[in-house]
């Protein structure tokens, strides 16, 4: 679980890069250029709440935490579907296109941890739960590999 949390720091990071988009020409850039700076304050807050709320999960398996944690899973999820959503003016369509397939990956990930962290017990915590966990894990890493891409696709656009 701990690799999970370092792989959301990393994809958190990776969305935050995205919310210093350079300035815009035009007014459909700017509003673009805006709804991903809100979205990515929204992902990385959940993403935020996730870390916590999953470390206290497997300190103590109740059910109120598993509750939280499937919460935070609800927030990323609208928050990957909003991501996925936007509509980008001509010159972003590259990197709404990363965001796009980031947040697919995402998305996948986040039913592996959904499945997996609704139904875990201390009695499930072993190799076996680990492993169907990293599947999870292989589509944040995706994720935010994309959303790196994305990130630097921005960084080209006014250099």
């Known amino acids: ?6 792989r959301l720091a990393v ?12 300035a815009c020409s035009s007014a459909s850039e700017a509003e673009y250029t805006q709804k991903v700076e809100e979205v990515v304050t929204r992902l990385s807050e959940a993403s935020s709440a996730f870390y916590s709320d999953v470390e206290t999960l497997f300190r103590d398996l109740t059910d109120e935490n598993r509750t939280k944690v499937m919460g935070d899973l609800d927030e990323m ?44 017990t201390a009695d499930t915590v072993d190799d076996a739960f680990l492993e169907r966990v990293a599947e999870g894990d292989g589509y944040l890493q995706d994720a935010r590999d994309k959303m790196m891409e994305a990130a ?3 960084g080209s ?3």
């Open 11 to 22: 994809f958190v990071l990776a969305a935050v890069m995205l919310a210093a988009m350079p």
């Open 152 to 154: 630097e696709l921005v």
């Open 77 to 120: 999820e609208a928050v990957f579907k909003e991501i996925a959503a936007l509509e980008a003016p001509k010159k972003y369509e590259e990197v709404q296109n990363c965001l796009s397939q980031s947040a697919d990956s995402a998305l996948k990930g986040i039913a592996v941890y959904r499945t997996e962290l609704g139904a875990v």
């Open 157 to 159: 656009l006014d250099s």
């Open 1 to 6: 679980m701990r690799k999970l949390v370092k």
